[in-house]
């Protein structure tokens, strides 16, 4: 079994910042891409960034310049540094993997977390 357990969201006001963290547990060979995606009420989940795990980032344009995605691959841990946070940022933020589990490779999805950005 194979858990993503993201943390770090919550309310904050228009250009505040959040870090965003999110922790692989269980029965982990290897880990792949790790990356999060992000859902606004309404809309499609969209990709955020995401990050190899020799460390090749890829990020969305509206992130670029704001956020950085970033991986401590000893903790099967992967971080979303937010900066000069918008209101259309306001969005349910959720964690990705591709994890090889015992002979299996497969993606993996966490619960999410809440980001508000709100005056």
């Known amino acids: 079994q194979v858990q993503l357990v993201e943390s770090g969201g919550g309310l904050v006001q228009p250009g505040g910042s959040l870090r965003l963290s999110c922790v692989a547990s269980?029965?982990?060979?290897?880990?792949?891409?790790m990356g999060w995606y992000r859902q606004a009420p309404g809309k499609q989940r969209e990709l955020v960034a995401d990050i190899t795990r020799g460390g090749r980032t890829n990020l969305a344009d509206s992130a670029k310049g704001r956020f950085t995605i970033s991986r401590d691959n000893a903790k099967n841990t992967v971080y979303l540094q937010m900066n000069s946070l918008k209101p259309e940022d306001t969005a349910v933020y959720y964690c990705?993997?591709?994890?090889?589990?015992?002979?299996?490779?497969?993606?993996?999805w966490g619960q999410g977390t809440q980001v508000t950005v709100s005056s």
């Open positions: 269980g029965s982990i060979v290897g880990i792949y891409t």
């Open positions: 990705n993997a591709d994890i090889l589990h015992t002979t299996t490779r497969n993606n993996y």
